[in-house]
C-alpha cells in the first residue's frame, strides 16, 4: 500500500505512505489515493478530510522512472481527475505538511481547501529544468497564486519557504514546526461541526471557478504534458535527474 486511510471523529486522514520513491505520483499512489478519496466523501461520518504524508517528504512530483518507460497522457490525465476531485470532494479537504514538497506534488496543494504548512518546508516546481512546464498542475495553481507570483515561481524553477508560500497564496497559512499538529488539530475542529450539507453547498461555492477551469482546459493540459514529457530534451534531462549526473542546458 502507498497510501493509508483512518477515520475517526469526523475526519478521514489520508496519509501518502510511500518512502521509498518519496512520495513520487506513481501510478499506485495516485489509484489509492483516488480510492481513499471517494471512500471518505461517501461516508456520511466524515465530515473533513486530513491528507498528509509519512516519511520526511510531502511528495517529490511526478514518478520519473515511470514517466521515462511510459510516454502517454494517462499519468498527467490522472493528476488532472485528482485535482478535480480534491476540489469537487464534498467534504473541505485539509493539507498538513511537514515535509518539501515538488513540481507535481503542489497540484495537491493547489486544489486543497486549506493547506497549513511547517515553518521548514520548501517548495520548488522544477519542471522548466526539465525540459518540461507545470501543465497539468497550472490548473489548481494558477487559481491561487496571482500572475506575477505564478510567473516568477514557475518560471525559476527555484526553491522557496513556507512563509512565502503563505504570501503568494499557495498555503493558507505557516507556523512554527512544534505548533503544526496543533494548528491542524485545531482547524479540523472547527470543521467537523458543520453540517454536511452546509460543508458541501459552501465548497462548491468556493471551487467553483477551480472546476470550471479544469473542465474547460483539463484534456489539453494532460495532453500537452505528456507531449513534453515525451520530447528527447525531456527524456535526456530526466535520465540526468535519476542518475544526478548535470542535466543538459
Known amino acids: 500500500m502507498s497510501v493509508l486511510l483512518d477515520t475517526a471523529g469526523g475526519v478521514a486522514t489520508i496519509t501518502l505512505d510511500s518512502p521509498h520513491n518519496r512520495n513520487a ?3 499506485q499512489l495516485m489509484t489509492e489515493l483516488s480510492a481513499h478519496l471517494a471512500a471518505a466523501g461517501r461516508d456520511p461520518a466524515v465530515r473533513a478530510v486530513l491528507l498528509r504524508s509519512s516519511g520526511r517528504v510531502f511528495c517529490s512530483g511526478a514518478d ?3 514517466a521515462r518507460q511510459a510516454m502517454t497522457s494517462e499519468a498527467p490525465r490522472a493528476l488532472v481527475a485528482l485535482q478535480r476531485q480534491i476540489a469537487t470532494l464534498p467534504r473541505p479537504v485539509v ?11 503542489l497540484g495537491l496543494v493547489g ?4 493547506v497549513i504548512a511547517a515553518a521548514s518546508v520548501t517548495f520548488a516546481l522544477t519542471e522548466v529544468r526539465l525540459g518540461l512546464a507545470p501543465s497539468a498542475i497550472s490548473l489548481s495553481l494558477l487559481e491561487k497564486l496571482t500572475p506575477r ?3 516568477d515561481v514557475f518560471l525559476s524553477g527555484r526553491t522557496f519557504d513556507a512563509a512565502e508560500a503563505a504570501a503568494i497564496g499557495l498555503v493558507t ?5 512544534d505548533e503544526l499538529p496543533a494548528a491542524v488539530a ?3 475542529a472547527e470543521m467537523v461541526q458543520g453540517s454536511r450539507q452546509g460543508l458541501a453547498e459552501t465548497k462548491r461555492l ?4 477551480l472546476v470550471d477551469r479544469i473542465d474547460r482546459d483539463g484534456d489539453a493540459a494532460a495532453e500537452r504534458s505528456a507531449e513534453l514529457f515525451a520530447t528527447p530534451e525531456a527524456q535526456r534531462a530526466m535520465q540526468a535527474f535519476l542518475t544526478r549526473a548535470k542535466p543538459p542546458g
Open 186 to 188: 485545531a482547524t479540523l
Open 111 to 114: 486544489a486543497a481547501d486549506v
Open 95 to 105: 493539507v498538513e505538511l511537514a515535509g518539501p514538497v515538488r513540481a507535481g506534488g
Open 25 to 27: 505520483l506513481s501510478r
Open 206 to 209: 468556493l471551487t467553483a471557478a
Open 149 to 151: 507570483a505564478a510567473a
Open 64 to 66: 520519473l522512472g515511470e
Open 173 to 177: 497559512r505557516a507556523v512554527p514546526d
